[in-house]
């Protein structure tokens, strides 16, 4: 039952996101929290960059209630919108929330631990991604209060109180849930939560889903394509939670995240090849991929910074 419940829902078409401004007015959240399997939540996020109208809300926020205790995954991007995803789980549950667990070191995963702080949740962290979140969460701070401003009210850099190296295996209630470092993907510290007795990988930003990827200076692509032929993808998840996007399956976030980033290599390792210039690699052809939200912002973005990741390689 539930996996036919499941599929029913991963078949459903999802909402193009980039160009509503507000799928849940009646909340500070982007959208309302959806049950895609028993007992396993997420608020999709807009697939546009943050926002006045989205708070910050541009990346799933997800939960999991065990029976003896909610898991929450992702701090969130401040503490008003931190405070509007407790209210969603409040009206799912009367089960606490005992621990929060931040997808990687950005701010729209880490500035709302400071609501969860002031309540004495612990936070759990790759210690990658805390290490990041302690050298850019000033700026982070600075960049919500200028899109989000009131929004923004309370927010303060709040970092983890826990962190972890590979694996961490957590048991509450009739779950076990295990906290994962696959190895390097899009941003120091990705890290995935994974429930092997239901199938679901809630998957953060090793894996997108109906917007283009970023991919950023720094960002190893070759890695990011060999921890997922060899760690990812051998898990075989029934469902997918991406760290962007509406929830779906394997495949789907394969064709859109993996299949992306080999393919863009193999366009820049071309253009290399042929003599080709900075300026130049900024023109590969990535028309395949115009269908996905943010292409318009990153596709030369993306092309220039993987020219300059391969041009030494």
Known sequence: MMRALALILLATPALGSEDIPDQYPASLLYAKPVEVIPHVFTATGATAPPTY????????????????????????????LARALHEEIKAVTDQPVRLVIDENGQGHAMLGNSYWAALGVPVLAHEEAAAEFDETADQALIALRGYARE?????????PTETFTDTKTITMGEVTVQVLHLGPAHSPGDTQVWIPQWGMMIAGDIAFHERMPPIFEGTCTSCWIETWDTAFAPLNPTYVIPGHGHPTNLAQVTRHTRDYVADLREKIAA??????????????????????????DLATKNAGVVFSEMEFE
């Open 53 to 80: 109208e989205n708070a910050g809300h541009n990346n799933n926020l997800s939960f999991i209630v065990t029976g003896d205790g909610v898991i929450v995954i992702n701090g969130s991007a401040s503490f008003l």
């Open 151 to 159: 929004n923004a009210e309370g927010t303060t850099i709040a970092p």
């Open 271 to 296: 253009h290399i090849a042929a003599g080709g210039d900075l300026a130049g690699a900024y023109y590969v052809d990535q028309s395949r991929w115009q269908h996905l939200d943010t292409f318009e």
